[in-house]
T-cell receptor, first 113, second 114 residues
Framework: DVKVTQSSRYLVKRTGEKVFLECVQD?????MFWYRQDPGLGLRLIYF???????EKGDIPEGYSVSREKKERFSLILESASTNQTSMYLC????????????FGQGTRLTVV | GENVEQHPSTLSVQEGDSAVIKCTYS??????FPWYKQELGKRPQLIID?????GEKKDQRIAVTLNKTAKHFSLHITETQPEDSAVYFC?????????????FGKGTKLSVKP
């Protein structure tokens, strides 16, 4: 079974804090994605990466950065957390070649107070 | 970049009826169209997908159709059951090379009433 694991299920942080969300996959997938999920807005792509040290902006990259130092790990960084970044964050991974399924992590519910 | 529109945002049907969810996409280079189901409190999971060289695909009670010319694709669920109640997301992707992005629609909340 493919496993995509996010480091925290729930997280509460203060405004202005630097926040790290970690995601690890165990299937040697090239692609990794970070989405945020908000009611009525669906899954919005923040960043994705197709290889180590490679990253591409998604639709809503402002206020976020990412790091992919190892193939299995993709980190989302909120440089200075703000209340409008309170959301559910979902990580996903997939193979790069051909068209294949993306597997999601269980999600991290981040609350910024 | 790619933009995916999904309709309707909510859909309520009686058990045994059919449900249809429609999506349009903007990037003619997109070549992969998956559908995900997300039950309450759970992660999205793939239920069916279609590639751009295929017009229709079926898997038991679920089918997906693709019209490349019009840039739209649809999910059809027949003989709906209460366990089909969930949020459904369509997505579009241009796979190949470095373009691995996967863009989702806003989702459709399907309620199947017993």
């Amino acid at each position: 079974d493919v496993k995509v694991t996010q480091s925290s299920r729930y997280l509460v942080k203060r405004t202005g804090e630097k926040v790290f969300l970690e995601c690890v996959q165990d299937m040697d997938h090239e692609n990794m994605f970070w989405y945020r999920q908000d009611p009525g807005l669906g899954l919005r792509l923040i960043y994705f990466s197709y290889d180590v040290k490679m990253k591409e902006k998604g639709d809503i990259p402002e206020g976020y950065s990412v790091s992919r130092e190892k193939k299995e790990r993709f980190s989302l960084i909120l440089e200075s957390a703000s209340t409008n970044q309170t959301s559910m964050y979902l990580c996903a991974s997939s193979l790069l070649s051909d068209n294949t399924e993306a597997f999601f992590g269980q999600g991290t519910r981040l609350t910024v107070v | 970049g790619e933009n995916v529109e999904q309709h309707p945002s909510t859909l309520s049907v009686q058990e045994g009826d059919s449900a249809v969810i429609k999506c349009t996409y903007s990037d003619s280079a997109s070549n992969y169209f998956p559908w995900y189901k997300q039950e309450l409190g759970k992660r999205p999971q793939l239920i069916i997908d279609i590639r751009s060289n295929v017009g229709e695909k079926k898997d038991q009670r679920i089918a997906v159709t693709l019209n490349k010319t019009a840039k739209h694709f649809s999910l059809h669920i027949t003989e709906t059951q209460p366990e089909d109640s969930a949020v459904y997301f369509c997505a579009a992707s241009n796979r190949g090379g470095s373009q691995g992005n996967l863009i989702f629609g806003k989702g459709t909340k399907l309620s199947v009433k017993p």
